[in-house]
Nanobody, 128 residues
Framework: QVQLVESGGGLVQAGGSLRLSCAAS????????MGWFRQAPGKEREFVAV????????FYSDSAKGRFTISGDTTKNTIYLQMNSLKPEDTAVYYC?????????????????????WGLGTQVTVSA
């Protein structure tokens, strides 16, 4: 089992920045990649970004490219999501997730069904 705890959410004005953190514990050695998803009220959970746990390979959604940066620190078992130039449409609960990998994830890394462990989420609110 892997436990994930997000932090760093809050209220920010449009154009501002926030840095989210996700601390992993438990069987972290089994993790293949870690990522961020978000879910706005009334909408489906949406992929944001993912990073290989023991590597530098990253993958972003179109909405995150150029504004968000995902990074990881294996010594702290933590990943981060630096969010710049925030927009009101970025308002959502942001979830951290980890995957054990496999063919499903390799085929569709943006699919929430291919992640095995989830945090409880942290609220990000961007005011206009």
């Amino acid at each position: 089992q892997v436990q994930l705890v997000e932090s760093g959410g809050g209220l920010v004005q449009a154009g501002g920045s926030l840095r989210l953190s996700c601390a992993a514990s438990g069987r972290t050695g089994s993790m293949y990649a870690m990522g961020w998803f978000r879910q706005a009220p009334g909408k489906e959970r949406e992929f944001v970004a993912v990073i290989r746990w023991r590597g530098t390979t990253t993958f972003y959604s179109d909405s995150a490219k150029g504004r968000f940066t995902i990074s990881g620190d294996t010594t702290k078992n933590t990943i981060y999501l630096q969010m710049n130039s925030l927009k009101p449409e970025d308002t959502a609960v942001y979830y951290c997730a980890s995957t054990l990998g496999g063919s499903g994830w390799a085929f569709r890394p943006a699919g929430p069904e291919n992640y095995d462990y989830w945090g409880l989420g942290t609220q990000v609110t961007v005011s206009a």
